[in-house]
T-cell receptor
Framework: QQQVKQSPQSLIVQKGGISIINCAYE??????FPWYQQFPGKGPALLIA?????SEKKEGRFTISFNKSAKQFSLHIMDSQPGDSATYFCAASSALNKFYFGSGTKLNVKP | GAVVSQHPSRVICKSGTSVKIECRSLDFQATTMFWYRQFPKKSLMLMATSNEGSKATYEQGVEKDKFLINHASLTLSTLTVTSAHPEDSSFYICSARDLVSNQPQHFGDGTRLSIL
């Protein structure tokens, strides 16, 4: 059973546009929700993370929106740039133990 | 920031050989290390969790005798793929966590394993 469901599988956005990736989870014990960025041939790099006591967190062009009642969270990339083209993974964990990853979203930002 | 180094970054070897992959935490003590496997265009699948000085905990479906994990020190964990076969070809990624600081995992850059 997939613990974290991620959509869309792929996304094409024009430069300057907003990229939005969504994730949903079932386990209410999850208390840490990170987003990772992965370039081909590299390991995932932590982008931004949120805990369920806040509904939104912003770091530069990246924002996480968190809806605890709906058990959903999303990543918004404002002013998307070609350099943002990568695969993005959401994840969830309880007490920073096992990470359960979403299936990934391949983002392509067109110049 | 914290850095996790993985070596080698790429390895190609013949079927039947054993391959060892190293994962080192460079500027923190990794009380826990995780090993993941990633197939092309797929997500990361946790293979096992290892705590320093104790036996690794393997996820369901992962063969313990096939994927040997050693975490003998606070800065080094190794994954040995024994008697590797073409189906073991994959991207293997480690991550490390310092339980004392209670910070989340830091990931290495992965090892591309190709078995001919």
């Amino acid at each position: 059973q997939q613990q974290v469901k991620q959509s869309p599988q792929s996304l094409i956005v024009q430069k300057g546009g907003i990229s939005i990736i969504n994730c949903a989870y079932e386990n209410t014990a999850f208390d840490y929700f990170p987003w990772y960025q992965q370039f081909p041939g590299k390991g995932p790099a932590l982008l931004i993370a949120i805990r369920p006591d806040v509904s939104e967190k912003k770091e530069g062009r990246f924002t996480i929106s968190f809806n605890k009642s709906a058990k959903q969270f999303s990543l918004h990339i404002m002013d998307s740039q070609p350099g943002d083209s990568a695969t993005y993974f959401c994840a969830a964990s309880s007490a920073l133990n096992k990470f359960y990853f979403g299936s990934g979203t391949k983002l392509n930002v067109k110049p | 920031g914290a850095v996790v180094s993985q070596h080698p970054s790429r390895v190609i070897c013949k079927s039947g050989t054993s391959v060892k992959i190293e994962c080192r935490s460079l500027d923190f003590q990794a009380t826990t290390m995780f090993w993941y496997r990633q197939f092309p265009k797929k997500s990361l699948m946790l293979m096992a969790t290892s705590n320093e000085g104790s036996k690794a905990t393997y996820e369901q479906g992962v063969e313990k005798d096939k994927f040997l994990i050693n975490h003998a020190s606070l800065t080094l964990s190794t994954l040995t793929v024994t008697s590797a076969h073409p189906e073991d070809s994959s991207f293997y990624i480690c991550s490390a966590r310092d339980l004392v600081s209670n910070q989340p995992q830091h990931f290495g850059d992965g090892t591309r394993l190709s078995i001919l």
